[in-house]
């Protein structure tokens, strides 16, 4: 495992600061040492809560994933003043699963429990350790053990979840699928390009213990496949093999390439001098190294076919996988709702029932009701529409209906402004 460096804390950022940092008088309360809670219980949880935010947030906006007192001291001081309060904080947080201490997480290592069974065991079966170094603290006794405490590396939880998170989204972009993983891949390949190999370590292994990466250690070199529920499998440690092999193939190719161009060189070089045997046998090697590149290269050829198959049937191992999952669902579907050919037939044949029923029952109600309308006989009503259409048309002018008058009649258009009383004379002419 990486070694731990003890680097300067980095300093608080001014966006994270809250307003009481710049009020002198509440900072020298709050910079101050705890005091026994029950003298003000109010005041006692204010300071409590002020320095647990402030920590955490300084952590995850830093990515200071390993912490101790002395870190934190040199973090927060204020105007030359040191916080002598952070022993308190610190218990608090270690009570809560906030802060863990580093050696136990990596006593654990990649293959521990899960962070779930941890917490369990830390927190609820043995609490008493957390309560023992509180009480001792707050009755202000100090002792051996308690001052190692304030050297105690510590895990800061949330910052390494974040960073964890960060490491997950870049290594396996479709983690949140499910059953997603990455390509295996050799860990110190992983740690090698990161800036801080303890606090990528620590990510990995908290990735484990959540089941969203696997690490295989027990084997030279080492592997980790990153994915929800990831698993390193016969088929990837073969191919992790074959791109080892790959490599050191490649790696022999540019070396024998470069032995071939220096028989050449040094051919020229005797044939300038005159020594043509010399030149000969710089030839006859470049022939040999040739022979070989050929057979190298055939080789690296095969090689990545395998590759290249192995990494087919893998995709082809998930999709049948994922045709397996959803074949499982829609049973399951199909299981839970009653769903069948059977089933499906008599509901369809109670449907057509219901439809014809719906039928039925709409030309019953569309049927005339009542005894005057049921005697009355079609042929009648036809009888009675032909006399109708036998009788002569509209009354004329002696059954009291409209004049027929004639348009040549009709009186010419006066000439000049006509009044009432010549439009009265006019009208009674007609």
């Given amino acids: 495992m990486a070694s ?88 608090s947080l270690k009570n809560d699963g906030k802060l863990i201490p580093l050696e136990e997480m990596q006593k654990m290592g990649y293959h521990g429990q899960s962070w779930a069974a941890w917490t369990t065991d830390k927190l609820l ?55 997603a993983s990455s390509e295996v891949m050799l860990l110190a390949d992983v740690l090698k390009d990161k800036p801080n190999k303890l606090f990528a370590e620590l990510a990995i292994m908290w990735l484990c213990r959540n089941n969203q990466a696997s690490v295989e250690d027990n084997v030279s070199p080492a592997l980790v496949k990153f994915g929800p529920n990831a698993k390193i499998s016969d088929l990837d440690r073969q191919t992790i093999s074959l791109q080892r092999q790959e490599t050191l193939l490649t790696r022999k190719l540019h070396e024998l390439e470069a ?64 045709y397996k999952h959803a074949s499982a669902s829609l049973k399951a579907v199909y299981k839970e709702t009653g769903l069948s050919e059977d089933n499906v037939a008599n509901a369809m044949d109670d449907v057509e029932e219901a439809l014809e029923l719906h039928d039925e029952v709409k030309t019953m109600i569309s049927k005339p009701v009542g005894p005057a309308v ?5 042929d009648e009503l036809e009888r009675e529409l032909a006399d109708l259409l036998e009788e002569p048309e509209g009354p004329g002018p002696s059954d009291g209906g409209m004049p027929d008058f004639d348009i040549n009649k009709l009186p010419n258009v006066p000439s000049s402004p006509v009044g009432v009383k010549t439009l009265e004379t006019q009208y009674s002419q007609i």
């Avoid at 680097?7 to 600061?17: D, F, G, H, Q, R």
């Avoid at 049921?374 to 079609?378: F, P, R, T, V, Y």
């Fill in 125 to 179: 079966k043995n609490p008493a350790s957390f309560a023992a170094n509180k009480l001792w603290s707050a009755l202000g006794y100090d002792s051996s053990s308690s001052a190692q405490l304030t050297s105690q590396k510590l895990i800061c939880i949330p910052a390494l979840k974040a960073h964890a998170e960060e490491l997950l989204s870049k290594m396996c972009p479709d983690h949140s699928i499910l059953h």
């Fill in 4 to 91: 731990n460096k003890n680097t300067l804390a980095p300093l608080v950022p001014k966006e994270i600061l809250p307003m009481d940092w710049q009020d002198d008088e509440r900072m020298s309360f709050l910079l101050s040492a705890f005091k026994a809670r029950s003298l003000n219980p109010v005041s006692y949880d204010a300071k409590l809560k002020f320095w647990r935010a402030i920590i955490e947030d300084y952590c995850s906006h830093c990515n200071q994933i390993v912490i101790d007192e002395a870190l934190l001291k040199r973090a927060f001081e204020r105007n030359g003043t040191l916080p002598a309060c952070l022993s308190t904080v610190i218990e």
């Fill in 259 to 322: 032995e071939k161009e220096k028989c050449v060189v040094e051919a020229s070089n005797y044939l300038a001098k005159g020594m043509r045997p010399a030149a000969k046998n710089s030839l006859r090697k470049k022939r040999e190294l040739e022979r070989r590149v050929t057979q190298l290269s055939d080789s690296l050829t095969n090689l990545h076919l395998m590759i290249s198959q192995l990494s087919e049937s893998e995709s082809q191992a998930q999709v049948i996988g994922a």
């Fill in 374 to 378: 049921a005697s009355i006989d079609d």
